[in-house]
Structure formats: C-alpha cells, structure tokens
C-alpha cells in the first residue's frame, strides 16, 4: 500500500515538471509532440516505470525499442536515453531522498567518480569501434550473464545485509572500478551503470535488493546528467529528432520513474528479483529474433557474455562480506 505522503511528493514533482515544460513550449507545441511521437510516450511509459523500480534504466527498454522496433539509429538510441533518464531518473531521485528511501551513499559517491570517467572513455574511444548490431548484442549477453548468476546467488543467500558491512581502501576501490565499467556500458547503450552497481551490491556484498535497487536508480540518474551533458555540450550530438523524441516523453517519465520507486519500496525483494528475471528475459528472445546474427556480433557478445560470466562468478564466489552480512546497523545505510 502506497502511503498517501508518498504519492503527494510524487505528484508535486509532477505538476512541478509539466509546469515548465507546458510553460517553455506552449501547450499547443507540448501536446502536438506527444500526439506526433505517440510511440515513444508510450515506451517510456513502461519504461520509467521499470526505471525507477528497478535496477534496469529507462534506456534498458528505450534502446532496444528504438534500435530493434522503431529502426532509430543506436547513436540517436543512446542519446535518447541519457536525456530522458536526466529526466525520470532524477525525478525518481527526488522522490526517493524525499520519501526517505533507504540507498547506500557511499555506493554512490565512489561508483559516480568511476561513472563519469567510463562514460568519457566509451564515448570517445570505444563506442567509435563496435557496430550498431555489435552494440545491441553486446548489451543483452551483458545483462544476460548477469541474470543467470543472479539465479544462482538467491539459492544460497538469505540474510543480505542493509549496508556495506566493511569499508576500506579497498572497497572504494572495487567501487571506483564497478563505476568505470558501469560508465562504459552507460556510453554504449544509454544505461548499464545501475545494472553494475545492483550485482556488485548484490553478489559480491550481499546488500538486499530493495536498497541496491534504489542506489542503483540514483547512479544512474548521476551517469545519465553526465552522459547527456557530454553529448549537449561537448559532442554536440543532440539532434533535433532526438529533441523531439525527448519532449513528446518528459510529461510521461516523471510519472512513471517516481511511481516505479515508490512501488519497488513495496515489493519483496524476491519479487524484484523475478521482475528483474523476466524483463532479461525478454530481452535476450527479442535480441535472437530482431539482430542479425553475424559473425563479428556473435563473436563480440561471446566475449562480452564469457568477460562479464567470470566476473560475476568470481564475485558470488568472494565471501569477505558473508559471514557479517547477517547483521548490520540500519544507521550506516545513509
């Protein structure tokens, strides 16, 4: 049951947001764009909703939507995805810091630095490299691999932890590293970081999976501001399509992206687990159906699926944050 104060913050960042946007666009223009673009509206209804309920972005399913249904190039597909994450990923954030959600910061603060340095390192040097079938194929193994260890590791764990149970130089430093690599995807496919953070939260420190959840939404609203200011700003790849795509979904995500937050503070942590599950799923069945299958493509996301198997492996597999997982002080989690 969703409380009452919950839904009025929610509803006030709403109203908020579509005042401005009603305001700088006109209420003709405002609504034309989503009439005319009626197809990404209602992506991104779904979308956000999982956004911000889950540790998938919104560019978790804008981007295989627009590259796989909707034929929008994968560059175009990403640039979409940072901007409306700006949006409905920062609105869930708000919501979650208002409504005293609980995350773990010092997640975010380490994972952030490393963001923002592997998002600057994809853009420029390794985006460039992969083709747009490459891209996609890549992006599902990686989720892929994560789904099937994630099977494994809720058999065998069950008192997961509220916080970080150690912290030292080191776990900033496996922070700082999850960060770069999260950066990486973020640059290829619009979203990844958040998904980095919520197994590294999960199998390798044992966190539950309604906080790592909702630090992962966070971080992503963090990696999401960085991405798109680069591509604004610096790389000045933000078309007027994509401005189009971008203004027909804002009134949608700040609904959605809050709403999916506020549910998720709801759910079981197993029940996210089999919503996370499902989603991957799907994923994986539309990517074997609608990508070409070439050998260049199978080859790059072997790799990717075999890299990111053993990484998650090795991390089920470290129990440093085991046998205090069991009990952890609720105040270390802010």
């Not at 599902?140 to 130089?169: D, E, G, Q």
Request: proline share 4%; charged share 10%.
């Amino acid at each position: 049951m969703i409380k009452p104060p919950k839904l009025f913050i929610m509803g006030g960042i709403a109203l908020l947001t579509w005042s401005i946007w009603l305001r700088l666009l006109g209420p003709e223009i405002a609504i034309n764009s989503v009439i005319d673009h009626w197809s990404v509206s209602l992506t991104m209804m779904f979308g956000s909703l999982i956004a911000g309920g889950t540790s998938m972005g919104g560019g978790a399913v804008a981007f295989p939507v627009f590259t796989k249904l909707l034929h929008i190039p994968p560059q175009e597909a990403k640039v979409f995805s940072l901007a409306i994450q700006s949006i409905g990923m920062g609105a869930a954030t708000l919501t979650i810091i208002l409504t005293r959600i609980n995350v773990e910061w010092r997640v975010i603060r380490w994972m952030s630095l490393g963001g923002f340095l592997g998002i600057c390192v994809g853009d420029f040097f390794v985006f460039p490299l992969l083709s747009p079938d490459a891209i996609k194929f890549c992006m599902t193994m990686a989720l892929t691999s994560f789904a099937i260890v994630l099977v494994f590791v809720n058999r065998s764990f069950h008192h997961p932890s509220l916080a970080l149970t150690i912290y030292t130089v080191r776990e900033k430093l496996i922070l700082f590293q999850a960060g770069v690599l999260g950066g990486l995807f973020t640059s290829l496919g619009g979203n990844g970081i958040d998904i980095v953070a919520f197994a590294v939260m999960v199998i390798l420190f044992r966190i539950n999976e309604k906080i790592s959840t909702a630090t992962s939404v966070i971080l992503m609203a963090i990696n999401a501001l960085v991405g798109f200011a680069l591509h604004a700003w610096i790389i000045q790849d933000f078309s007027k399509s994509v401005q189009e795509y971008w203004i027909a979904a804002i009134p949608v995500v700040v609904i959605g992206a809050p709403l999916g937050a506020i549910l998720c503070s709801t759910l079981e942590r197993k029940r996210i687990v089999h919503i996370l599950l499902g989603l991957i799923f799907v994923e994986l069945i539309s990517s074997l159906l609608l990508i070409p299958l070439r050998i260049n493509t199978i080859t790059s996301g072997f790799m990717v699926l075999v890299s990111c198997l053993y990484l998650t492996y090795r991390m089920s597999q470290n129990h440093r944050y085991v046998s205090s997982s069991k009990v952890v002080d609720r105040n270390r989690v802010a």
